[in-house]
């Protein structure tokens, strides 16, 4: 019983994590920037990184793959 509800949970937690790193940004400088030569480090959204939406997704990111990881060894081991 214990071992069905947390594979549940890891199911769960399997396709937020895919569709919160689906939905993050590449890294890589956008054509328009390239084109006008705007520098993102030095604009508003660059100065404010810790409170922007990619910070938050990165931050549910690294908090999701850290209970993947945690779920995926403690279904692996012989507790349950």
Do not use: H
């Not at 920037?33 to 997704?57: C, E, F």
């Amino acid at each position: 019983m214990v071992k069905t509800i947390i594979m549940v949970v890891y199911v769960i937690i399997c396709i937020a994590l895919t569709i919160i790193v689906l939905s993050q940004e590449g890294k890589s400088a956008s054509l328009t920037s390239s084109i006008t030569g705007g520098n993102y480090d030095n604009s508003y959204w660059g100065k404010n990184k810790g409170s922007s939406k990619d910070a938050v997704l990165r931050k549910i990111t690294t908090v999701l793959g850290i209970l993947f990881i945690i779920i995926a060894l403690l279904l692996d081991s012989k507790l349950f």
